[in-house]
């Protein structure tokens, strides 16, 4: 895998795919029916990390979401266990004790400590106390944190509702999981990213997208994206196979009670996105619009 600049802020994120093809219509929220179903469940594509500011949820969101029985996320991040947690915490630090520094010249510290100053405020002695000891696939998320300040994320967000519904919560995959796929990522690439700056600066223009809800805009903008083998492997693992793996999982979920299934906006278009999986399986999938 090479050259994979801003991939791992794109997966972060969980956000919007090369491979989408138009679907004539701007929308985040998908009615699945048909297919035996007694009644409709919902497919809502989520951008994980968005400015307070800017979180949104239209009626016809909380309408088809309180229409639901069942809150399905990715993964259930919100029922571990202790020894999950701490799992967690020793998939996301660099094993052995070791910093980031350890895998930097000194010059290359000192540089990478300098562009967090100049273009996210953040001092180098923070760096080195709450930073340095983080994987940089997990680093990157953090840090556009930082650079946007007060955010929001849908899955928290839904995660309050549904206790207020007194919803079910389920999951496609587990926390573990997830972060496994981290580890797919070659250090070393990691570590060039943290420095690309331009990933936080295009993470303004995909919020005014996904706010629109513009599929074909966020289409254009990532279509060069992913191109090379190495990239192609790079999704087929990270976009493609959690698809189809997720696939039967949502069937048997949305024939036993009516579902609001919330994934990253990601995996909903193209050819191999869980709008076309769950047609081939036939369901119907359709766009639900705005009054």
């Known amino acids: 895998m090479k050259n994979m600049k801003r991939h791992s802020l794109l997966l972060v994120l969980v956000l919007f795919s090369v491979s ?103 001092s180098g002695k923070k760096v080195d106390k709450k930073y340095a000891r983080i994987k940089p696939f997990f680093l990157t998320a953090l840090l556009l944190q930082e650079f946007v300040g007060k955010t929001k994320t849908y899955e928290q967000e839904l995660f309050n509702d549904s206790k207020k519904n007194d919803m079910s919560l389920l999951g496609l995959e587990t926390i573990e999981f997830q972060l496994s796929l981290a580890e797919e990522i070659p250090f070393g690439e990691q570590l060039t990213e943290l420095t690309d700056m331009n990933q936080y600066r295009s993470y303004s223009t995909m919020v005014a997208l996904y706010k629109r809800q513009d599929l074909d805009g966020l289409h254009k903008m990532s279509i060069e994206e992913y191109k090379t083998p190495a990239e192609k492997e790079f999704l087929d693992l990270f976009l493609t196979k959690r698809n189809s793996d997720w696939i039967p999982k949502i069937e048997k979920m949305i024939n036993e009670q009516p579902c609001f299934i919330a994934v990253g906006a990601l995996h909903l278009p193209g050819e191999t996105g869980v709008i076309e999986l769950l047609k081939k399986e036939g369901f119907t999938v359709n766009p639900v619009k705005e009054k």
């Open 20 to 122: 989408l093809k138009s679907q004539n219509s701007s929308s985040l929220l998908w009615e699945i029916s048909g297919n035996g179903l007694k009644q409709p469940s919902y497919l809502f594509g989520t951008i994980h990390i968005i400015p307070k500011s800017d979180y949104f949820f239209t009626d016809e969101m909380k309408q088809a979401f309180d229409s639901c029985k069942a809150l399905v996320l990715e993964a259930d991040m919100f029922s571990i266990s202790l020894s999950e947690k701490i799992k967690m915490v020793n998939k996301v630090l660099i094993p052995d004790g070791k910093t980031l520094e350890q895998y930097m010249d000194s010059n290359e510290y000192a540089y990478f400590k300098q562009v967090l100053k100049d273009s996210l405020g953040i």
